[in-house]
């Protein structure tokens, strides 16, 4: 948190700025746009709602996402990706357990 906070002004919820740090430092570094996460997040959206064991299953559009209340920038109240929404759910394991019928989420 030291080192976020010499690069950018510290603000409360700190996990929330931590967030928010990182979104800016990738933009920084390889140039996307809040756009450009926001239509990520829409997409994680959609996805989610077709999943039966995704957390949050409600479909946002692109402009309730770009326009929901802000909490750190660049990052959305609807701006998020939770863990247990299918965003995410496959990205970080083997090929080979992802398509495990044992484990369909």
Avoid at 5 to 23: D, I, K
Avoid at 67 to 87: E, F, H, N, Q
Wanted: contains cysteine; hydrophobic residues 35%.
């Amino acid at each position: 948190m030291l080192a976020l906070a010499e690069l950018y002004e510290f603000a409360m919820p700190p996990t929330a700025w931590m967030f928010g740090c990182a979104g800016r430092e990738h933009m920084d570094k390889y140039g996307p746009t809040a756009e450009q996460f926001a239509k990520v997040a829409e997409k994680n959206c959609r996805h989610s709602a077709n999943n039966p064991h995704a957390q949050f299953q409600k479909v946002y559009t692109l402009q309730a996402i770009q326009g929901s209340p802000m909490i750190s920038d660049p990052v959305t109240k609807l701006l998020r990706s939770w863990p247990a929404s299918s965003s995410s759910r496959r990205a970080g394991c083997r090929p080979r357990r992802s398509r495990s019928p044992a484990r369909p989420w």
